[in-house]
């Protein structure tokens, strides 16, 4: 690619740079460019290419991970001052974990823990005891039925998920919320290249079925 060209961008999606305003375009080239410059002027290839790219993902996930936390401060600051922290319940969550080298893998999909499991936190103060821990398999699907039930609606008898205000204010054991829980990745194949896959996890267990093309347990 010509030195200074988009498709040399760190997100290779140009349908994401047709979605950005001047303004915002002005300044992820002033964020990259250099970079991506630098990246076509070394002319990297093998080992040293693998290593760049690890480490420049790792870099901008950290960043990334910083400009978050900076964001969820000012919005607890901004509660705080303007006297709304006790009657807003704050829910600082993701769909799914991520892979940073684990396993030799980046990204998400499998079903292995670092991309299954996700952050949870979750803050209403008189409601929920802070610093406390919830053991239960609880599933991202969950969220709506929560949130409708702590804003005093009736929940759609057609839902799937469950509520997670018993566990979140203990009132009911963690074990008793649910058994197990069971999932299934089928975009393949696709760019990302991650295989067709399902499977269940409980507490203890996990089985993993790789199908399709090849068929392996674990």
């Known amino acids: 690619k010509e030195k200074g060209s988009p498709e040399l961008a760190w997100n290779p999606w140009t349908n994401d740079f047709d979605r950005m305003t001047t303004q915002q375009r002005e300044q992820w080239d002033k964020a990259y460019a250099a970079k991506n410059d630098a990246f076509h002027d ?23 991970v910083a400009s978050l936390d900076e964001g969820v ?5 901004y509660l705080k001052a303007n006297g709304l922290e006790d009657n ?23 079903m292995y823990e670092q991309s299954l499991a996700m952050p949870l936190l979750v803050k209403y103060p ?11 398999l609880t599933q991202n699907l969950d969220f709506a039925e929560t949130f409708l039930d702590y804003a ?19 009132t009911i054991e963690d074990a008793d919320f649910r058994d197990a829980v069971y999932y299934h990745y089928y ?14 996890r409980t507490k203890r267990y996990k089985l993993i079925h790789f199908y399709d093309d090849i068929d392996t347990w674990e």
Request: hydrophobic residues 35%; glycine residues 12%; without cysteine.
């Open 187 to 200: 975009d393949y194949p696709a760019f990302h290249m991650v295989k067709k896959q399902y499977g269940i």
């Open 42 to 64: 070394a002319n990297l290839s093998g080992k040293a290419l693998a290593e760049y790219k690890g480490q420049r993902f790792l870099q901008e996930y950290l960043a990334t």
């Open 88 to 110: 807003t319940i704050v829910v600082y969550t993701t769909d799914q974990g991520f892979y940073l080298g684990e396993k030799g893998w980046f990204d998400k999909r499998y």
């Open 152 to 170: 005093g609606v009736e929940i759609p008898k057609d839902m799937q998920g469950k509520s997670l205000k018993p566990v979140l204010e203990n």
């Open 73 to 77: 401060g000012r919005i607890l600051d």
């Open 126 to 136: 008189g409601h929920i005891e802070p610093g406390s821990e919830v053991t239960a």
